[in-house]
């Protein structure tokens, strides 16, 4: 099940941009691509362009199938790739005077460790970013927010606390 709609498609787009924003990556530019991957062993991907600031997510169908928690997961963990890729490429300039064998083995053990890390940092803080937003609950959702603006305005209730300053305090918490 890929994208549902061109709306669908904009909104996880922007997602993907304000997770950068959250998680430091303000001065790249990211790419969400349309094509869905259809084989493979991942339910996303990612790519940095040497020299560039540009970071290409590649999504699979089984993303659609995921909680939106796991999505969230997911897109963390693929940007946070992005903060190992200069010494990944520093690495990769090994190749030129390492044996090819002794090259493989030192780059798997590498990306293996890399992984793990990653993972266990997109666990950590992503449960203090934001849910992306199911496509079928978009209007809800905006008709809930204007509601919500609407008391505000009005002084019924207190507001909602900011997903960053709610991160903030809670981060605080274990200094």
């Not at 940095?48 to 089984?62: D, P």
């Not at 903060?83 to 090994?94: C, I, P, S, T, V």
């Amino acid at each position: 099940m890929p994208f549902k709609n061109e709306q669908h498609y904009q909104d996880l787009r922007a997602y993907v941009r304000e997770m950068a924003d959250r998680l430091e990556l303000r001065d790249w530019t990211t790419f969400l691509h349309r094509e869905v991957q259809t084989t493979g062993e991942y339910t996303a991907s990612m790519s940095c362009t040497y020299g560039r600031k540009f970071v290409h997510i590649y999504i699979a169908e089984s993303f659609f199938e995921m909680t939106l928690e796991a999505q969230r997961q997911t897109i963390a963990h693929e940007l946070i790739h992005v903060h190992f890729y200069g010494w990944r490429w520093a690495f990769n300039n090994l190749q030129k005077i390492l044996s090819g064998t002794t090259f493989a083995i030192v780059e798997n053990s590498i990306r293996d460790q890399e992984e793990l890390a990653v993972d266990a940092m997109a666990d950590a803080i992503a449960r203090y970013l934001p849910l992306p937003t199911k496509p079928n609950r978009r209007k809800r959702a905006t008709a809930m927010a204007t509601r919500d603006k609407n008391d505000l305005v009005k002084g019924k209730d207190k507001p909602p606390l900011d997903a960053e300053c709610d991160r903030d305090r809670t981060l605080s918490e274990f200094e």
